[in-house]
């Protein structure tokens, strides 16, 4: 089984872009903060890439912004 859920704050404004096929597509990434600390003391933060498509893609742009905290839900490829 290949599951992960993530949760982060979307790292810039989504774009929303269309395939050659007409597709809809966004791809952005995931700000996700570690329960470790550096050396300073602040959490280590991880960016996860991630792309949305067909109507989530669009429903991302049209409500999604940078900064938002969000979960997504998916497939690692």
């Known amino acids: 089984m290949n599951k992960v859920i993530i949760s982060g704050r979307v790292v810039q404004d989504p774009e929303l872009k269309t395939t050659k096929s007409g597709v809809s597509v966004s791809t952005n ?6 329960r470790q600390k550096d050396e300073n003391g602040e959490h280590i933060v991880d960016f996860i890439d991630f792309t949305v498509w067909k109507q989530a893609a669009e429903f991302f742009c049209k409500y999604g912004r940078k900064g938002d905290f969000l979960t997504v839900a998916g497939e690692i490829h």
Do not use: C
């Not at 990434?29 to 570690?34: D, F, H, K, Q």
């Open 29 to 34: 990434a995931l700000a996700v903060s570690r």
